[in-house]
């Protein structure tokens, strides 16, 4: 935005000072541990099939699923909101197309059919976390445990607990298929982001967001629909997650009734928070989010690459959201900027928002 | 009344926030056995001055001296090491507890097993007790009790905390004539048992009902201490405000300038109210009209308003617009039907901190579309164009963090927000509030132009003599209810607003408890 | 404008009754609670049978142990309003890392002292995010919880078996208190004592102590706790302490009952200790609760189970789904508690 007229120098200024900048900066340092390790690593070489093979190929196809929950927890989180549930609406999303498409035949009919199915089940789910926090005003984090709780279990009964595998090849294009030698699915999920970036941008959507999560008390005033605004902005979340359960199911054609988007919840607060969109609503960055996206699927692969478990990976998202909460907290914030002010009894504003 | 030495005395204290000098050179002195109201308008600096003697701010300069030696209160424990207590406006207890609970926090008789509830309740019960709040049951639950019950439960807890100095911060702002009476009781058996209080109220009866000793504040400044008999109230105003007696009589209203059309009324309302905050009123506005709130802080002015904007939902009474029947329970449906609403709270719910001058102006222009329907750019450019240049706001920079402009600044671009959305009817809270002499006579000026276009205006500030030169119409509030509603032209003065609220209810029979009068609902 | 509204007639006849009876709305809940449980109990025993006998009841206490104990835990946190996510996991990490130190030759009972210590410190750490750097409490839990569920992993993603021979089994031990016919015993653990002491204990701390009633003023409204002067910073750090610390424990007591330990235990506990918690009548929005209410909680939790395997027609899938409907249909029973409350 900033970047225009300015000359290459000020753009490259104006990109520094913005915060996902520095997830680059980890992506790039992250890329070179695993360079160290393997120096042929970043090595991208044309398959036998005409498509791009390599690990930045594996890494952009595992970002796919994780862009599309950060984008839409981007956006929850810009109204002061938290979105947990978006890992087992991946999960239903799931089990509601392997369902669909187990009795349905391998036409491109019944793939977008079902593609149509899960939009419409993960707006549904959506909806109930929108209604519960803006009609009945429950806390957002509670409201999306209960779904996140109760959707993991909705996956099994649907499945009757087994992990339903089914064939469409359409389905499956989704998520193994190329355009240009690159992987549909983060193709896909980058169309998605772009979608939803220009969405909230050329729509007055972004700014009422900001208003609403900066100020509410002045955004009422000044006549912004909050309840509207918090559905909207729940089943988007809600959709998008289902369109990442879509990848995360088509690329096996199975749906994992336990493993199937667990715990990415945290992955998307994670992405959310590197990209630069504070945890205290406000300015949002979808940018940022998609960045931040694919340093997580950057730090899983090297992860795994440099032999840790990859069940071990939670504890370093973990060292990472707590540095960048602390960057984020007043107190370290007022340490570094030594101003001198009242030493007036802080009421822990932020907790009281969140409910 | 003793003349003995003051248990508390600060002497020349200043403070200052970021920009603004809150308190220059304050003093305020309090004598055991004594009620001392601290009187002064919004921004006089009472609550800084307060939070200063709680320990809550840190003073710049200054001494505070209590009993006679000079100590550093660096934070509310300190102060109540010292034997200040304070209870605020909004009670601060734990409705979920019990009321002894609430009265003995901190304090609970302890035994070789744990608390010893049985003595711990007695204890809260003897503390009561010696408040005339023997009927209250100490098991019982708090938030079952009035709110004026709940402030005297407060008072009990600080006198288990053995307190010198009490300090009373407008605990009578929602409670009603018995209620006050109640805890004037409370207050003065405190006085007979040689507490010092400090008392800040709005209600002018009973400052006069309760005080021993008066010390007015304006504008971060020490006006003077004055014994309560020896100011009467259209005195106390004045200093209040800043401008003598005689200095105010010559203020005369400039004349009306316009002439209200006899067409019906815009907008119309009839018996609007809301319980604790405005008695039910009648309220007309006309086009091309300006109609001012006069009244002191607390009068029911912002309350009013907020209820006309919907801002709060009335309880009672009609309101018609142009003949019809008006629903307006939101500030979105108040918008749709073209009234707009500046509230005095410029910084929590005007500006939106982090967003631009260009974002802040056509917020509400926005949210009224929709936000499917953005306003093109375009049209942003051209509104944001019209009102940075119109009302002058500097920097014309409209990317800028409105945050960074000067509160005079952000004044105007709410005002522009405001005038954006094309309203019929604008209510203008403290318009000028806290701003700089130059942006305060521009947007003075703008609003008188306003209703020569044709809008209808509401305007509402502290400063009687702005409401006098503004307004056409003038309705008075006090104690949350309408006293008079005066044509503006000869004879009307800021002095005769004064007189008006200073005079309200001394020829009333109830008078002698000097109580506000309770309308029962 | 205070949040309170006032009540300013005397109450006469039906409107007393009401009055009296929203004087006891706090224990609504909870009383819902206990009526659930019986209610569980007689259909069970109805429509199954063998539910109430000794040997029932008493492996009820046995499984649910552990969650016993983290829900009385997650009590003091909860009162306090705020909440911890990382109960489930830090029991993983605790029994992962004490079965790995026994077998590799730790004295056992060190061994213990430093799961129960793990806890603490994972509390400790929760607390300083918390209440030194304001972060909100469900994403510095959150943030504990995967740390917790991530060392667990680096340490073994394999069942670690705790040797036949080890003393810590002996707390999982049955202790036959009452022989009765065939195999209608009253039985117990240690690890049931354990549960049974530490309910006691937070009761005696919530009710009986200047902490705890400092606690629940935090609940009620931390800004009122704050300038009452109540040390409102250090009980905060002690609630989250409390409750990591309690974690450390439950993981103890079920490593000891089980004789082994994963990466992968605990997995959603958080979820049943919260649900057993909000069961019992502790609103989420803290102030109000009991930790009686919470064990009660905890068993309905338990007795779910136990149905639900007796019925058999249930899928076991179905479960989570239950524990959420539970969980929500309370969540809204508070929300109107609190608003008939405020009337």
């Given at each position: 935005?900033?970047?225009?007229?300015?000359g290459?120098f000020?753009?490259?200024?104006?990109?520094?000072?913005?915060?996902?900048?520095?997830?680059?900066?980890?992506?790039?340092?992250?890329?070179?541990?695993?360079?160290?390790?393997?120096?042929g690593?970043?090595?991208?070489?044309?398959?036998?099939?005409?498509?791009?093979?390599?690990?930045?190929?594996?890494?952009?196809?595992?970002?796919?699923?994780?862009?599309?929950?950060?984008?839409?927890?981007?956006?929850?989180?810009?109204?002061r909101?938290?979105?947990?549930?978006?890992?087992?609406v991946?999960?239903?999303?799931?089990?509601?197309?392997?369902?669909?498409?187990?009795?349905?035949?391998?036409t491109?009919?019944?793939?977008?059919?079902?593609?149509?199915?899960?939009?419409?089940?993960?707006?549904?789910?959506?909806?109930?976390?929108?209604?519960?926090?803006?009609?009945?005003?429950?806390?957002?984090f509670?409201s999306?445990?209960?779904?996140?709780l109760?959707?993991?279990?909705?996956?099994?009964?649907?499945t009757?607990g087994?992990?339903?595998?089914?064939?469409?090849?359409?389905?499956r294009?989704?998520?193994?298929?190329?355009?240009?030698?690159?992987?549909?699915?983060?193709?896909?999920?980058?169309?998605?982001?772009?979608a939803m970036?220009?969405?909230?941008?050329?729509?007055?959507?972004?700014?009422?967001?900001?208003?609403l999560?900066?100020?509410?008390?002045?955004?009422?005033?000044?006549?912004?629909?909050?309840?509207a605004?918090?559905?909207?902005?729940?089943i988007?979340?809600?959709?998008?997650?289902?369109?990442?359960?879509?990848?995360?199911?088509?690329s096996v054609?199975?749906?994992?009734?336990?493993?199937?988007?667990?715990?990415?919840?945290?992955?998307a607060?994670?992405?959310?928070?590197?990209?630069?969109t504070?945890?205290?609503?406000?300015?949002?960055?979808?940018?940022?989010?998609?960045?931040?996206?694919i340093?997580?699927?950057?730090?899983?692969?090297?992860?795994v690459?440099?032999?840790?478990?990859?069940?071990?990976?939670?504890?370093?998202?973990?060292?990472?959201?707590?540095?960048?909460?602390?960057?984020?907290?007043?107190?370290?914030?007022?340490?570094?900027?030594?101003?001198?002010?009242?030493?007036?009894?802080?009421?822990a504003?932020?907790?009281?928002?969140?409910? | 009344?003793?003349?003995?030495?003051?248990?508390?005395?600060?002497?020349?204290?200043?403070?200052?926030?970021?920009?603004?000098?809150?308190?220059?050179?304050?003093?305020?002195?309090?004598?055991?056995?004594?009620?001392?109201?601290?009187?002064?308008?919004?921004?006089?600096?009472?609550?800084?001055?307060i939070k200063a003697?709680?320990?809550?701010?840190?003073?710049?300069?200054?001494?505070?001296?209590?009993?006679g030696?000079?100590?550093?209160?660096?934070?509310?424990?300190?102060?109540?090491?010292?034997g200040?207590?304070?209870?605020?406006?909004?009670?601060?207890?734990?409705?979920?507890?019990?009321?002894g609970?609430?009265?003995?926090?901190?304090h609970?008789?302890?035994?070789?097993?744990?608390?010893?509830?049985?003595?711990?309740?007695?204890?809260?019960g003897?503390?009561?007790?010696?408040?005339?709040?023997?009927?209250?049951?100490?098991?019982?639950?708090?938030?079952?009790?009035?709110?004026?019950?709940?402030?005297?439960?407060?008072?009990?807890?600080?006198?288990?905390a053995?307190?010198?100095?009490?300090?009373?911060?407008?605990?009578?702002?929602?409670?009603?004539?018995?209620?006050?009476?109640?805890?004037?009781?409370?207050?003065?058996?405190?006085?007979?048992?040689?507490?010092?209080?400090?008392?800040?109220?709005?209600?002018?009866?009973?400052?006069y009902?309760?005080?021993?000793?008066?010390?007015?504040?304006?504008?971060?400044?020490?006006?003077?201490?004055?014994?309560?008999?020896?100011?009467?109230?259209?005195?106390?105003?004045?200093k209040?405000?800043?401008?003598?007696v005689?200095?105010?009589?010559?203020?005369?209203?400039?004349?009306?300038?316009?002439?209200?059309?006899?067409?019906?009324?815009?907008?119309s309302?009839?018996?609007?109210?809301?319980?604790?905050?405005?008695?039910?009123?009648?309220?007309?506005?006309?086009?091309?009209?300006?109609?001012?709130?006069?009244?002191?802080?607390?009068s029911?002015?912002?309350?009013?308003?907020?209820?006309?904007?919907?801002?709060?939902?009335?309880?009672?009474g009609?309101?018609?617009?142009?003949?019809?029947?008006?629903?307006?329970?939101?500030?979105?449906?108040?918008?749709?039907?073209?009234?707009?609403?500046?509230?005095?709270?410029?910084?929590?719910?005007?500006?939106?901190?982090?967003?631009?001058?260009?974002?802040?102006?056509?917020?509400?222009?926005?949210?009224?579309?929709?936000?499917?329907?953005?306003?093109?750019?375009?049209?942003?450019?051209?509104?944001?164009?019209?009102?940075?240049s119109?009302?002058?706001?500097?920097?014309?920079?409209?990317?800028?963090?409105?945050?960074?402009?000067?509160?005079?600044?952000?004044?105007?671009?709410?005002?522009?927000?405001?005038?954006?959305?094309?309203?019929?009817?604008?209510?203008?809270?403290?318009?000028?509030?806290?701003?700089?002499?130059?942006?305060?006579?521009?947007?003075?000026?703008?609003?008188?132009?306003?209703?020569?276009?044709?809008?209808?205006v509401?305007?509402?500030?502290?400063?009687?003599?702005?409401?006098v030169?503004?307004?056409?119409?003038?309705?008075?509030?006090k104690?949350?209810?309408?006293i008079a509603?005066?044509?503006?032209?000869?004879?009307v003065?800021?002095?005769?607003?004064?007189?008006?609220?200073?005079?309200?209810?001394?020829?009333?029979?109830?008078?002698?408890?000097?109580?506000?009068?309770?309308?029962?609902? | 404008?205070?949040?309170?509204?006032?009540?300013?007639?005397?109450?006469?006849?039906?409107?007393?009754?009401?009055?009296?009876?929203?004087?006891h709305?706090?224990?609504?809940?909870?009383?819902?609670?206990?009526?659930?449980?019986?209610?569980?109990?007689?259909?069970?025993?109805?429509?199954?049978?063998?539910?109430?006998?000794?040997?029932?009841?008493?492996?009820?206490?046995?499984?649910?142990?552990?969650?016993?104990?983290?829900?009385?835990?997650?009590?003091?946190?909860?009162?306090?309003?705020?909440?911890?996510?990382?109960?489930?996991?830090v029991?993983?990490?605790?029994?992962?890392?004490?079965?790995?130190?026994?077998?590799?030759?730790?004295?056992?009972?060190?061994?213990?002292?430093?799961?129960?210590?793990?806890?603490?410190?994972?509390?400790?750490?929760?607390?300083?995010?918390?209440?030194?750097?304001?972060?909100?409490?469900?994403?510095?839990?959150?943030?504990?919880?995967?740390?917790?569920?991530?060392?667990?992993?680096?340490?073994?993603?394999?069942?670690?078996?705790?040797?036949?021979?080890?003393p810590?089994?002996?707390?999982?031990?049955?202790i036959?208190?009452?022989?009765?016919?065939?195999?209608?015993?009253?039985?117990?653990?240690?690890?049931?004592?354990?549960?049974?002491v530490?309910?006691?204990?937070?009761?005696?701390?919530?009710?009986?102590?200047?902490?705890?009633?400092?606690?629940?003023?935090?609940?009620?409204?931390?800004q009122?706790?704050?300038?009452?002067?109540?040390?409102?910073?250090?009980?905060?750090?002690?609630?989250y302490?409390?409750s990591?610390?309690?974690?450390?424990?439950a993981?103890?007591?079920?490593?000891?009952?089980?004789?082994?330990?994963?990466?992968?235990?605990?997995?959603?506990?958080?979820?049943?200790?919260?649900?057993?918690?909000?069961?019992?009548?502790?609103?989420?929005?803290?102030?109000?609760?009991?930790?009686l209410?919470?064990?009660?909680?905890?068993?309905?939790?338990?007795?779910?189970?136990?149905?639900?395997?007796?019925?058999?027609?249930?899928?076991?899938e179905?479960?989570?789904?239950?524990?959420?409907?539970?969980?929500?249909?309370?969540?809204?029973?508070?929300r109107?508690?609190?608003?008939?409350?405020?009337?």
């Open positions: 935005m900033s970047a225009n007229a300015h290459p000020e753009a490259l200024k104006g990109l520094v000072r913005r915060q996902y900048f520095w997830g680059i900066v980890a992506i790039a340092l992250l890329l070179l541990v695993n360079l160290a390790k393997d120096p690593y970043l090595a991208v070489s044309v398959g036998s099939s005409g498509n791009l093979v390599g690990n930045v190929i594996d890494i952009l196809r595992a970002a796919a699923p994780i862009i599309l929950i950060s984008v839409g927890m981007c956006l929850v989180v810009a109204t909101g938290i979105d947990l549930s978006v890992g087992s991946m999960v239903v999303a799931g089990a509601v197309s392997m369902e669909f498409l187990k009795g349905a035949p391998d491109v009919g019944s793939g977008l059919a079902a593609i149509g199915l899960v939009v419409v089940v993960s707006a549904a789910l959506g909806a109930v976390n929108g209604m519960l926090v803006s009609v009945v005003g429950l806390q957002p509670i999306t445990l209960v779904i996140m109760a959707g993991r279990g909705l996956a099994k009964v649907i009757g087994q992990n339903t595998t089914a064939t469409n090849e359409m389905f294009w989704t998520a193994n298929g190329h355009v240009l030698g690159l992987p549909a699915v983060f193709l896909l999920a980058l169309l998605l982001a772009v970036g220009l969405l909230v941008r050329r729509s007055a959507l972004g700014l009422m967001l900001e208003a999560g900066m100020d509410a008390k002045a955004a009422r005033l000044a006549g912004v629909n909050r309840r605004l918090l559905f909207t902005v729940y988007l979340s809600g959709v998008l997650a289902g369109f990442a359960g879509v990848f995360a199911t088509a054609m199975t749906v994992d009734v336990s493993r199937t988007g667990y715990q990415l919840e945290l992955d607060i994670l992405a959310v928070v590197i990209g630069g504070s945890l205290a609503g406000g300015k949002f960055n979808i940018t940022g989010a998609v960045i931040g996206a340093l997580i699927a950057t730090l899983d692969k090297t992860v690459f440099l032999g840790v478990s990859s069940s071990a990976t939670p504890a370093f998202k973990a060292v990472v959201i707590v540095a960048l909460c602390l960057l984020q907290s007043e107190r370290v914030r007022r340490a570094f900027r030594k101003r001198r002010s009242a030493v007036a009894v802080r009421p504003e932020r907790e009281k928002v969140a409910a | 009344m003793s003349e003995s030495l003051p248990i508390v005395e600060m002497a020349g204290i200043s403070i200052s926030f970021p920009g603004v000098k809150a308190l220059d050179e304050v003093g305020l002195r309090l004598f055991p056995g004594e009620v001392h109201t601290l009187m002064g308008e919004n921004g006089a600096g009472k609550s800084t001055l003697l709680t320990g809550v701010y840190r003073i710049d300069e200054g001494e505070i001296r209590i009993s030696e000079p100590r550093l209160l660096g934070g509310t424990a300190d102060a109540q090491h010292a200040i207590s304070t209870v605020y406006q909004e009670v601060n207890l734990c409705s979920n507890l019990t009321i609970e609430n009265v003995m926090l901190g609970e008789v302890r035994g070789a097993a744990g608390i010893n509830w049985r003595a711990t309740h007695r204890a809260a003897e503390t009561l007790e010696k408040l005339g709040l023997g009927h209250l049951n100490p098991k019982q639950a708090l938030a079952t009790l009035p709110l004026a019950v709940q402030q005297l439960v407060a008072i009990s807890r600080s006198m288990v053995q307190c010198k100095v009490l300090i009373l911060d407008e605990p009578t702002s929602s409670l009603d004539a018995n209620e006050v009476e109640q805890l004037f009781t409370v207050i003065r058996s405190l006085r007979d048992q040689g507490v010092a209080i400090l008392f800040v109220s709005h209600f002018l009866d009973q400052v009902a309760i005080s021993d000793r008066l010390t007015v504040l304006r504008n971060g400044r020490f006006e003077g201490e004055y014994r309560t008999h020896e100011l009467d109230r259209a005195q106390l105003i004045s209040m405000i800043g401008k003598d005689d200095a105010l009589k010559s203020l005369d209203a400039k004349g009306a300038r316009r002439v209200r059309s006899d067409a019906a009324p815009l907008y309302a009839k018996g609007i109210g809301r319980k604790g905050a405005i008695e039910e009123i009648d309220i007309d506005l006309h086009r091309g009209e300006v109609v001012g709130l006069a009244g002191l802080l607390g029911g002015r912002t309350e009013l308003a907020r209820l006309i904007y919907g801002a709060d939902r009335p309880d009672t009609e309101v018609t617009m142009n003949d019809e029947k008006a629903e307006i329970t939101s500030p979105a449906k108040a918008l749709a039907r073209r009234i707009a609403f500046s509230s005095e709270n410029r910084r929590d719910e005007g500006i939106i901190r982090d967003l631009s001058v260009r974002e802040n102006l056509i917020l509400a222009v926005q949210a009224r579309r929709g936000w499917a329907r953005p306003l093109p750019r375009r049209e942003q450019d051209a509104i944001v164009e019209k009102y940075v119109a009302l002058g706001v500097r920097p014309a920079d409209p990317e800028r963090p409105i945050r960074l402009l000067s509160g005079g600044n952000q004044q105007k671009v709410l005002l522009g927000r405001w005038l954006a959305t094309e309203p019929d009817i604008l209510i203008l809270d403290e318009p000028t509030r806290g701003i700089d002499i130059g942006a305060k006579a521009e947007i003075q000026e703008y609003v008188a132009g306003l209703a020569d276009d044709g809008l209808s509401l305007f509402i500030s502290s400063e009687i003599e702005e409401v030169r503004q307004s056409d119409r003038i309705v008075v509030l104690d949350h209810r309408k509603e005066l044509e503006g032209g000869q004879g003065s800021a002095e005769s607003i004064v007189n008006v609220i200073a005079e309200d209810g001394l020829g009333d029979p109830s008078a002698d408890t000097a109580v506000r009068e309770e309308v029962t609902t | 404008m205070s949040t309170l509204t006032t009540t300013r007639t005397e109450p006469t006849g039906a409107r007393a009754l009401a009055k009296r009876l929203s004087l709305l706090d224990t609504l809940p909870t009383a819902a609670a206990v009526a659930i449980f019986i209610g569980m109990i007689v259909y069970g025993e109805a429509a199954y049978g063998r539910i109430v006998q000794f040997n029932t009841l008493s492996n009820l206490l046995i499984n649910n142990a552990h969650l016993i104990i983290l829900a009385v835990g997650l009590t003091f946190v909860i009162l306090t309003g705020g909440i911890d996510l990382s109960v489930g996991a029991i993983a990490f605790s029994s992962v890392a004490g079965v790995m130190l026994m077998n590799a030759g730790w004295n056992p009972w060190l061994a213990v002292l430093l799961m129960v210590l793990i806890g603490t410190a994972f509390g400790a750490a929760s607390g300083v995010l918390v209440q030194h750097f304001h972060v909100q409490p469900f994403i510095a839990t959150l943030a504990m919880m995967f740390l917790g569920r991530g060392l667990a992993s680096i340490l073994s993603t394999v069942p670690e078996r705790l040797a036949d021979d080890s810590v089994r002996s707390l999982g031990a049955q036959k208190v009452y022989d009765g016919p065939k195999v209608n015993d009253v039985v117990l653990t240690p690890g049931v004592i354990i549960a049974a530490v309910v006691v204990a937070a009761f005696f701390v919530l009710h009986r102590t200047r902490m705890g009633r400092t606690v629940y003023a935090i609940g009620g409204s931390e009122s706790a704050a300038l009452m002067g109540l040390p409102v910073a250090a009980t905060k750090m002690w609630v302490i409390i990591g610390t309690l974690s450390g424990l993981a103890v007591v079920y490593t000891a009952r089980l004789g082994s330990a994963q990466n992968i235990t605990g997995i959603g506990w958080e979820l049943d200790a919260i649900a057993a918690t909000v069961i019992g009548g502790t609103l989420l929005t803290g102030g109000a609760g009991f930790v209410g919470s064990v009660v909680g905890a068993l309905v939790l338990g007795l779910m189970n136990v149905l639900i395997t007796r019925d058999g027609g249930i899928p076991p179905a479960t989570t789904i239950i524990t959420g409907g539970i969980l929500l249909v309370f969540v809204l029973l508070q109107a508690v609190l608003a008939r409350r405020r009337e």
